[in-house]
């Protein structure tokens, strides 16, 4: 019989680290039954005990593999002991040799027994490995179709608890922590020492595919009615046009300037905005007019969406977007518009012309606007969130502890021996949305043309969330499954859960280089700086059912620095997450320039001079420095045009000097030919008006030589004291 005596505390000591056990009670003190445990993630379990000991003695079986984490850790607590006058009982632990060593299920007996009785009562608190719980969450995302300012998705967090133990946890207090208490498995028993096996809980990974719908082609109309307005051919002014809504008096089957189709306000006639205008034009004034009549004539309407749109050409596009829909905003709102107007802008990102002319830059300079559906002031996605949220109970209070977060359940809680229990430890509404992610993984091949849908979610409280498996549930019903790492308050998170297969993104890249400006100069070297541009284009093709937003993670090139980023552009040290908004069914295109800039040095003898004009026209230079130059350059040019005339001039010395040999061939072929004397003749004077032409070209050469040397002594002497810093210097 192995014996230890230890001294009973006079307070409960600070919580130790706890899970389940395999202890039973037996012996004269049935109520002193399990009261608290405290469970963390790393396989540790505390487990307290309360109650009467009357005579001060208590059996307490555990299996094998528990006893030396019981003999680290076992605390006995004496109830209502004064510290100055009462001394604590000596508390003596025996263990009983009731089997071979070995066998770690086999059960031991620890018999506890107090050196007095503890009539008022005593606490008995342990450490023991026992199955670590997991984190496994539920995400009821909000109404993609509702129009609200900030959207909510219920986050529900669940903890699997098993009681791997040979007792029933009754109306147990039970705490959940995040941390890892340090802990060693050591031998207490014998000499020998024990290793603890590894257990990993890391889930599997999952990936999910895109379910394809069956879709029928819409059909023509039948009824002599081709533009489908309302009205037959025979009685329709514009057979070949949609009209106007039929409930309208003056319904001829004519254009109006503005119609309503499903969700979205179609405007007829185009108002053009000036380029990096926000100002409406006279033009817009019948427009605007028509516009508030339909919205006053239309009361289902209670929310419009007015998109700003601009050309690729425009200054800051995305605020240039948002203003112009702001301007139509207002002039709504001066006639009278009490529909729920709000502002949103693409930018260029969705051009309906060609950007690259005039003609439809001009076009997509433009408002358009779309019809917000909301539904008795509630959107359908919170009223059964919300019946969600009641029905899962009020979690567990969170308490930041030691850098670790402890979960304290709120009601007791009963789980049978050999079973597991699932127990709500979050249960509210936090910031987030559907969206659509465009992430290409490796693991889902068709992510390199599909994004993913993906739940968008803010942890705006004090505490971490932890790793787990998320059930992803919209529109009433599961949509996918998903896998959440740790999000620590303040971070965002997207949780990937479906591929969207009806939404096709395309990618190109494409790298060009631009001359900057002069750093420094100096005996005829310049030292000039250029800018490496790597343009990322993406042309999104959204599905009928695409979500409002897509966010493309767009990875970070290194020496590179992006420019013109799109708003809300969130960034981690590797990537940029670019949000876009997207309408159903169209298409959008965002093209990213990323830019890098280098120095190399230059001979001005060597570069054309159309390229030294380059980097002369992006540098500061001083007025005189500037002008000295700008003479070097022109020094520089006129050179060039010598090189090109001189080298003109030799190709022709070369080509009439080829010539006059094969003349002077032909001749000494029919010198002796009686009958060629006319032709000899000939050949004579081509051959004498060919020398003419060597003789001239050659002066020429000469001349233009001359000058080409004498254009490059005036540039070398220019170059000589033309100096601007220290070329070379990086």
Not at 203 to 222: D, F, K, L, M, Y
Not at 697 to 713: F, I, P, R, Y
Request: proline share 6%; glycine share 8%; charged share 25%.
């Amino acid at each position: 019989m192995a014996l230890r005596r230890l001294t009973a505390c006079a307070a409960l000591p600070v919580l130790l680290a706890a899970t389940g056990c395999a202890s039973r009670v037996e012996g004269p003190a049935p109520d002193l039954r399990l009261r608290r445990v405290v469970l963390y993630q790393n396989g540790l379990g505390y487990f307290e005990r309360t109650g009467a000991l009357p005579g001060g003695r208590l059996r307490m079986r555990f299996r094998d593999r528990e006893l030396n984490d019981v003999l680290e850790s076992i605390v006995v607590v004496e109830e209502g002991l004064d510290p100055a006058r009462d001394k604590p009982s000596t508390v003596s632990v025996r263990l009983a040799d009731e089997h071979p060593k070995g066998d770690d299920d086999a059960v031991s007996s620890v018999d506890l027994q107090l050196s007095r009785a503890a009539p008022r009562g005593v606490s008995i608190a342990y450490e023991v490995p026992t199955a670590a719980w997991k984190a496994t969450y539920r995400v009821l995302l909000p109404d993609a179709s509702a129009a609200a300012p900030e959207k909510r998705a219920l986050v529900q967090a669940w903890a699997l608890v098993d009681n791997v133990s040979d007792e029933d946890w009754d109306g147990v207090r039970l705490s959940l922590a995040t941390g890892a208490p340090l802990s060693f498995a050591t031998d207490l028993r014998t000499p020998s020492f024990i290793e603890r096996p590894s257990v990993s809980t890391a889930p599997p990974s999952t990936v999910t595919g895109a379910v394809r719908s069956e879709h029928a082609q819409g059909h023509e109309s039948i009824n002599g009615d081709r533009d489908g307005d309302g009205i037959v051919d025979s009685k329709d002014a514009c057979p070949n046009e949609p009209g106007a809504p039929s409930g309208q008096a003056d319904h001829d089957g004519c254009p109006q300037f503005v119609r309503v189709e499903g969700n979205e306000v179609r405007v007829l006639q185009s108002v053009v905005f000036a380029r990096d205008s926000d100002a409406l034009p006279a033009e817009a004034t019948p427009i605007l007019d028509e516009m508030a009549r339909m919205l006053k004539g239309n009361p289902r309407i209670t929310a419009l969406t007015i998109e700003g749109h601009t050309s690729g050409d425009e200054k800051d596009g995305w605020a240039m977007g948002a203003r112009r829909a702001g301007a139509v905003r207002a002039g709504l709102a001066a006639r009278g518009v009490t529909t729920k107007l709000t502002v949103q802008s693409f930018g260029s990102t969705r051009p309906i012309a060609d950007d690259t002319t005039a003609e439809g830059r001009q076009r997509n300079r433009r408002v358009q606007f779309h019809i917000e559906e909301e539904r008795d002031g509630e959107r359908r996605g919170d009223v059964q969130a919300a019946a969600v949220q009641r029905s899962g109970g009020a979690g567990a209070a969170p308490t930041e502890m030691a850098g670790a977060v402890r979960y304290d359940v709120s009601d007791p809680v009963t789980i049978p021996r050999h079973s597991s229990s699932l127990v709500t430890i979050v249960n509210r509404f936090v910031p987030g949305e559907e969206v659509l992610l465009f992430r290409p993984d490796a693991a889902v091949p068709d992510s390199a043309r599909h994004p993913f849908r993906a739940a968008r979610l803010e942890n705006p409280g004090d505490m971490a969330l932890q790793p787990g498996t998320v059930a992803i549930f919209a529109g009433g019903s599961f949509v996918g499954e998903g896998l959440l790492a740790r999000l620590d308050p303040g971070d965002t998170t997207l949780i990937p859960y479906a591929l969207d297969g009806a939404t096709d993104v395309r990618v190109t890249t494409e790298e060009s280089e631009k001359p900057l400006r002069i750093v420094a100069m100096a005996r005829g070297v310049l030292t000039v700086e250029d800018a490496d541009t790597l343009t990322t284009r993406y042309e999104i093709s959204a599905g009928k059912q695409a979500s409002a937003r897509i966010v493309l993670r767009h990875g970070r090139h290194e020496g590179y620095e992006a420019k013109n980023l799109p708003p809300r552009t969130e960034s981690s040290p590797d990537a940029y997450l670019l949000p876009l908004p997207l309408r159903g069914g169209e298409h959008s295109v965002l093209s990213l320039d990323e830019l890098r800039q280098k120095q190399r040095d230059i001979s001005v003898t060597d570069t054309a001079a159309a390229t030294l004009t380059l980097y002369l026209q992006g540098s500061s230079l001083p007025p005189d420095l500037e002008k000295r130059v700008r003479e070097v350059i022109a020094l520089r040019s006129e050179i060039g045009a010598l090189d090109d005339e001189v080298a003109a001039l030799r190709g022709r010395v070369s080509d009439v000097g080829a010539r006059a040999g094969e003349l002077r061939e032909s001749l000494r072929a029919v010198e002796r030919t009686p009958k060629a004397a006319g032709l000899q003749r000939q050949l004579v004077a081509q051959l004498a008006d060919a020398t003419k032409q060597i003789d001239d070209v050659s002066a020429q050469l000469a001349a233009k030589t001359g000058a080409e040397s004498l254009a490059k002594t005036r540039l070398s002497e220019s170059l000589r004291d033309l100096r601007l810093g220290e070329p070379g210097k990086k």
